[in-house]
């Protein structure tokens, strides 16, 4: 069936060096995908979104790559930080017609080591 | 998380309690949703509201009634529920106008409901 998934539930790295999150989507006619960062006791956060007609897009410190072939959507963090410690997902619209409707992975867990 | 807030935090209820969770957003937005968060487990969209009107109930049980007063106020009134209803209820909202090319939504801090 159709899903939104991660590739790693946990991911370790050291603080200082980079880190990319994946995302493996599956419905070819999705038009928009969101990244989101949910850290404890909090409500997912928005970081960073893409349209299916871009490939590439760029934050403070973000960056989301889209590969429409493969349909694999990617989330890198430069530098990574302590607070970048956090549980991250990525919805895919999988709305018609101007629609919006958000399938959710199930999530990455993050961990910057000191 | 002034954008949109949620009361109360946590709440502990039994089976034959009724309680409200509240939803209030701060963005003007047209829209508004409640998801369903239980450990090890995507987000559950429930319900959502487009201009105060249920546009979506995702075969949720009757035991769940959602309230929309206004595009500002966002309600969940629980009653009979069950302990696998235990989880984490996320409100959202979204700009949803035409004119928008995205339609990005905007989370609440959660109520952590835990039923006995």
């Known amino acids: 069936g159709e899903s939104v998934g991660l590739h790693l539930p946990t991911l370790s790295v050291q603080e200082g060096d980079n880190s990319i999150i994946n995302c493996a989507y599956s419905?070819?006619?999705?038009?928009?995908f969101i990244w989101y960062k949910q850290e404890s006791g909090k409500g997912p956060q928005f970081i960073i979104d893409?349209?299916?007609?871009?490939d590439k897009r760029q934050g403070q410190r973000v960056t989301v790559l889209l590969n429409k072939t493969v349909k694999h959507l990617s989330l890198q963090i430069a530098a990574t930080q302590p607070g970048d410690s956090a549980v991250y997902f990525c919805?895919?619209?999988?709305?018609?017609?101007?629609?919006?409707?958000?399938?959710f992975g199930t999530g990455t867990r993050l961990k910057v080591l000191a | 998380e002034t954008g949109v807030t949620q009361t109360p935090r946590h709440l502990v209820m039994g089976m034959t309690n009724k309680k409200s969770l509240k939803c209030e957003q701060h963005?003007?937005?047209?829209?508004m949703y409640w998801y369903k968060q239980s450990a090890k487990k995507p987000l559950e969209l429930m319900f959502v509201?487009?201009?105060?009107?249920?546009?979506e109930n995702n075969s949720v049980p009757s035991r769940f009634s959602p309230e929309c007063p206004n595009s500002s106020h966002l309600f969940l009134h629980l009653h009979t529920l069950q302990p696998e209803d235990s989880a984490l209820y996320l409100c959202?909202?979204?700009?949803?106008?035409?004119?928008?090319?995205?339609?990005?939504?905007?989370f609440g801090p959660g109520t952590r409901l835990t039923v006995l």
């Open positions: 893409i349209r299916s007609n871009m």
């Open positions: 419905n070819s006619a999705s038009d928009y």
């Open positions: 959202a909202s979204s700009p949803q106008t035409r004119e928008r090319y995205t339609d990005t939504q905007y």
């Open positions: 509201y487009n201009f105060k009107e249920q546009t």
């Open positions: 919805a895919e619209n999988r709305g018609t017609s101007g629609t919006y409707k958000y399938i």
């Open positions: 963005l003007g937005h047209n829209a």
